[in-house]
């Protein structure tokens, strides 16, 4: 056996090694890699809360928002987080909300579906603005 065998078979070995130890989330990072990405509809919704709002208050918004992927079919990813840039530009808005829906039909039944009015409607007098920015992934 040749060099470049040993090197092709140790490098296999050490590959399968690498896939068997992989766990659930690993392996469909890989599989989103290796599959032909197709364009998704991302809304992505920021907040600026009132400076009366309570820290309780706040968590409740997190939450229900949360509990939305539960409520409605057409969303089919979400991720949110709080504002850590240290550039200064956030002009007040702290939490950043990501929801990803197949396409803007998945966006239309969610807009009046009644959870999402529900959660609309828990934002009043706590939130004192907000930001939509809708875009197709390319």
Known sequence: MNWKTSLGLAVLAI???AVVSM???ST???ANILEEKKPVYRHF???KF???AKPEQIQGVVDAFKAL???IDTIKGFEMGTNVSPEGHDKGFTHG???TFDDKAGLEKYLPHP???EFGGSLKGILKDVLVFDYVTN
Do not use: W
């Open 15 to 17: 590959s399968v090694g």
């Open 69 to 71: 992927p539960g409520k």
């Open 28 to 30: 469909s990072l890989i």
């Open 45 to 47: 919704v920021m907040f």
């Open 50 to 52: 009132e400076e009366s």
């Open 97 to 99: 909300f990501l929801v």
């Open 115 to 117: 959870a999402h009015k």
């Open 23 to 25: 766990n659930d989330s």
